[in-house]
């Protein structure tokens, strides 16, 4: 090590002064290097965002390049609405309906695919393959799945043979009853998966002696699980779900591919609500008031979440 | 129940050791045929669809596999439709740009959040997961007439951006965790040894993030190979369009395509997916290794 230098060669730039500046350079290079999100995240979020609010205060409409200054207008409307209300009760159901079901399907997934040896690659394979895969093929796959009369209707003509509905009915786009738990369950195929990564990344980490010192002290598989497993999942769980939630409650593909909100009401939530009103109806402003409560809905159900459950208090690592 | 050594009954229900430790693999067992089933149907049904004829896939019978005379590769000619083709490459261009912008930014962002002393860092974190608070639709409509503004409308470069800022949040958040976890003592003896804090980052911090980074871009994949709601506001034209929405608006309007044309180009796009799935999963594992927000 004799020929090199012990020091960091901090001379390479005399020209700035960095003594004299108020802030250190450590700080400004800092600054810098997250200078590209800040900039991304205006032009995409806060931007849009300023802008939807200015929107949600004028009267616009869509072919009439004319806005016109209406104050609150637009969020009493949105109140008045009746399918306001109706879109926001059948969110919640999807959000509350998915989130639950997801959870069970991704945590049960996650806890045997940890344990399972043989073929443990392929299942993994298979179970990531859901995630990956893009939204829009699976929504073609399962909308041919639940058309009636044609060969690849597998899933409508197995429904029908044990009684669920009628065997030339479509249960996705044209039964109220079946239209929106059809929907949770094929949501389910693919973001169930959301959950097991994030719980199988740490059910990995858990060093194998926790469960052999368990045994030797007799432990059976409830107690381990309840008191090696759980704690350290649980951190990850809070988080996994809230994510979970807030994207169900905004999920507007799958539903617009499958049944654009159909039949009749039954599975209008609220992005599809706040789309409809801005291109069918094309009420512009009224949409972004919307799109205002929306927002602001979720960002109180977020606030209530963290102060209920605290996901950012960190679990015990030490391994 | 405090013994040395498992007895026989102090067992998940009363079980003893041995008829738990059957009951589980049972179980276990159960578990993995009913996944299988579950996780390869959809696939497999695809598959078997763009390999069978149109006339028997729209007669009414359900077809469980294509039998010799319903079997075909015709299908698989949509692939050649000059939309068809123009709409996956265009895919394949926004994802791989998507990619290489979120790894590139998310990689200084992350070591900068943690290597640095910023006041109000957790906040900024934070305040960047809020942006998950708005539905693609809220932030899309706007877009449009800002991206419009901007000349990116029906740009690829436009919905690059556009899909880079959403992965950003998370991609982020999963480097910061990531390099935290690298001990800052490895660029220490670096820099002692005469190494810039560029050489640092160059050859200590890039190859140990290698889980982080293949995690990220894995995610920013998932995003932009999705992506249906963002590509369908800021590409309207069918020049530029991806496959998502382009493939979606050749089914409304009722355009010669078949049911088995649009399974036999889903299977196409279904194919990177498998591939990755297969030989990442590891990476993506040990990317998500994130304990709390």
């Known amino acids: ?319 | 129940m405090s013994t040395d050594t498992p007895s026989d009954t102090d067992g998940i229900f009363g079980l003893g050791y041995r008829a738990e430790e059957k009951l589980f693999s049972r179980l276990k067992q159960i578990s993995a045929a009913i996944f299988v089933v579950v996780g390869v149907f959809p696939i497999y049904w695809m598959l078997q669809a763009s390999l069978t004829t149109r006339e028997r896939a729209s007669s009414s019978g359900i077809s469980w596999f294509p039998t010799p005379e319903t079997f075909t590769l015709e299908n698989y000619e949509v692939l050649t439709n000059p939309d068809v083709a123009l709409y996956v490459i265009n895919s394949i261009v926004v994802t791989l740009g998507t990619i290489i912008l979120v790894v590139l930014i998310s990689l200084i962002a992350g070591y900068g959040l943690a290597r640095f002393n910023m006041p109000q860092k957790e906040n900024f974190a934070r305040f960047l997961l809020l942006g998950y608070l708005f539905s693609p639709i809220v932030l899309g409509v706007p877009l449009y007439l800002i991206w419009q503004n901007l000349g990116l409308l029906n740009t690829r470069l436009g919905l690059i951006i556009a899909l880079t800022a959403i992965s950003m949040p998370f991609a982020v958040w999963l480097m910061w965790k990531y390099i935290q976890t690298i001990p800052e003592a490895m660029e220490e003896s670096a820099w002692v040894a005469g190494a810039s804090r560029w050489q640092g980052f160059r050859d200590i911090i890039i190859p140990q993030t290698q889980p982080a980074i293949i995690a990220a871009a894995l995610f920013a994949f998932a995003l932009a190979w999705n992506d249906f709601t963002f590509a369908q506001i800021l590409l309207p034209a069918n020049e530029a369009s991806t496959f998502a929405p382009g493939v979606f608006r050749l089914i409304q309007r009722g355009y010669d395509i078949a049911r088995v044309d649009v399974m036999a180009v889903s299977m196409a796009m279904t194919l990177p997916p498998l591939i990755f799935a297969y030989f990442m999963q590891s990476y993506l594992l040990k990317g998500f290794q994130i304990r709390s927000l």
Not at chain 1, 130 to 155: D, E, K, S
Not at chain 1, 247 to 256: A, C, G, P, S
Not at chain 1, 264 to 286: H, K, Q, R, W
């Open chain 1, 1 to 319: 090590m004799a020929g090199e230098t012990l020091e960091p060669t901090q001379t390479d730039e005399p020209t700035i002064p960095w003594h004299r500046l108020p802030v250190s350079k450590e700080t400004l290079i800092g600054y810098a290097s997250v200078l590209p999100v800040l900039i991304l995240y205006f032009i995409i979020a806060i931007g849009p965002v300023a802008y939807a609010v200015n929107a949600s205060l004028h009267e616009v409409f869509l072919l009439n390049p004319q806005w016109e200054w209406a104050g609150l207008q637009n969020y009493y409307e949105v109140f008045e609405l009746e399918t306001f209300w109706g879109s926001l009760w059948r969110g919640i159901i999807y959000m509350v309906g998915s989130t639950l079901i997801q959870l069970g399907v991704g945590l049960w997934l996650a806890l045997a695919l940890n344990k399972i040896a043989r073929g443990q690659k392929f299942l993994t394979a298979v179970v990531f393959t859901a995630y990956l895969i893009p939204t829009i093929v699976l929504a073609f796959a399962a909308g041919y799945m639940f058309t009636p009369n044609i060969g690849l209707g597998v899933l409508q003509s197995l429904g029908s043979d044990i009684g669920l509905w009628a065997g030339n009915t479509a249960p996705m786009t044209f039964s109220q009853t079946w239209a929106m738990p059809l929907l949770i369950l094929v949501g389910t195929w693919k973001f169930g998966v959301f959950i097991t990564i994030f719980a199988l990344a740490q059910l990995r980490a858990i060093p194998d002696r926790f469960y052999e010192a368990a045994q030797i002290c007799g432990a059976n598989r409830l107690q381990m699980f309840r008191d090696i497993t759980l704690p350290r999942i649980q951190g990850v769980i809070l988080v996994a779900v809230l994510l979970r939630s807030i994207f169900m409650f905004n999920k507007f593909d799958i539903i617009w591919v499958l049944t654009q909100g159909g039949p009749g009401s039954a599975t209008t939530t609220l992005p599809i609500l706040a789309y409809e009103t801005a291109f069918t109806g094309g009420n512009y402003g009224l949409a972004n008031a919307l799109a205002v409560v929306m927002f602001l809905f979720l960002g109180i159900g977020a606030v209530a979440y963290f102060i209920l459950f605290n996901p950012s208090e960190e679990v015990e690592t030490s391994t």
